[in-house]
């Protein structure tokens, strides 16, 4: 009888069966600490249980939808992104988290930004040691103090819970730690209109700048917010110990552009 049975587990109609079982199984495969999309078959005060096409109904703690404000969107049949915290609790039923799901999503999104370089919007809502906390896309991230201004800003109060747009500077998976900067930004701002104003001059032009600074080797210019230099030796034909002998601070002056 044993070697009946075994010829049986061993024919091609056995072998057919077994695989169309196991492709059936394969369907419904759900595994922890995935992101499923099911849907919702019941609501009750406490639970939302939902059909991730697991062997059993999983299971959603209502109080996480109530904290992410997302209850009025919940109905019978509708669909929700979850990630299964635990494939069987005593009852046998799939443990999802909805705000696990939200911050797996958001973590992918943030490493793609810091792949292509791309900003991201944010808001700073506290301060720890070393700098401040952000929210970006319900992830917490870290703005360091020296990367919030091109300068040191003593007070951020206009800044806090406003939107603002930061660059990702660090996106380190394994320890959990996303670095971003405000200053990056302006930065880059700051370089754009540089360009843009750099573009309307050119060599030989002749410009008036307003003296903004004198040292002993020249003479710095305003050009309505363009910074220029006179080196002292294009200061004056004749031979001059200081540039204070000629310019005096706020004073106004007709200029080339040599370079």
Same mark, same amino acid.
Request: aromatic share 6%; glycine share 8%.
């Given at each position: 009888k044993m070697e009946e049975i075994y010829k049986d587990l061993s024919s091609s109609?056995?072998? #057919?069966?077994?695989?169309l079982l196991n492709s059936e199984f394969t369907k419904y495969k759900v595994e922890e600490g995935k992101i499923c999309e099911g849907t919702i @078959? +019941?609501? @009750?005060n406490k639970l939302i249980y939902i059909d991730c096409g697991g062997k059993s109904e999983g299971t959603l703690d209502i109080s996480e939808i109530k904290l992410? %404000?997302?209850? $009025?969107?919940?109905? &019978?049949?509708?669909?929700?992104? *979850?990630? *299964?915290? %635990?494939l069987e609790d005593k009852n046998g039923d799939l443990i999802n988290s909805r705000e696990k799901a939200k911050k797996m999503k958001s973590w992918k999104r943030l490493e793609e930004a810091f792949e292509k370089k791309e900003e991201v919007v944010g808001q700073i809502i506290s301060r720890i040691?070393?700098?401040?906390?952000? $929210? *970006?896309?319900t992830s917490l991230c870290f703005l360091p103090g020296s990367q919030v201004d091109l300068k040191p800003l003593k007070n951020i109060n206009h800044l806090m !819970?406003? !939107?603002?747009?930061?660059? &990702?500077?660090k996106c380190d998976k394994i320890r959990g730690n996303i670095v971003v900067s405000r200053r990056a &930004?302006?930065?880059?701002?700051?370089?754009?209109? +540089? $360009?843009?104003?750099?573009? %309307?001059?050119?060599e030989n032009d002749i410009v008036e700048g307003t003296v903004k600074g004198i040292t002993d080797y020249g003479v710095f210019f305003d050009l309505n917010g363009m910074d220029a230099m006179c080196h002292i030796k294009e200061c004056s034909w004749s031979r001059i110990g200081h540039p204070e #002998?000629?310019?005096?601070?706020?004073? !106004?002056? !007709?200029?080339?552009?040599?370079?």
């Open positions: 109609k056995s072998k #057919e069966f077994e695989k @078959t +019941k609501i @009750t992410l %404000k997302e209850g $009025d969107d919940l109905k &019978i049949g509708g669909k929700i992104s *979850v990630l *299964v915290v %635990k040691k070393g700098g401040w906390v952000v $929210d *970006v896309q !819970k406003e !939107k603002q747009r930061f660059m &990702i500077v &930004i302006l930065e880059n701002m700051k370089n754009a209109n +540089k $360009d843009e104003m750099l573009s %309307k001059f050119k #002998e000629l310019f005096s601070m706020g004073q !106004k002056q !007709k200029l080339k552009i040599i370079k």
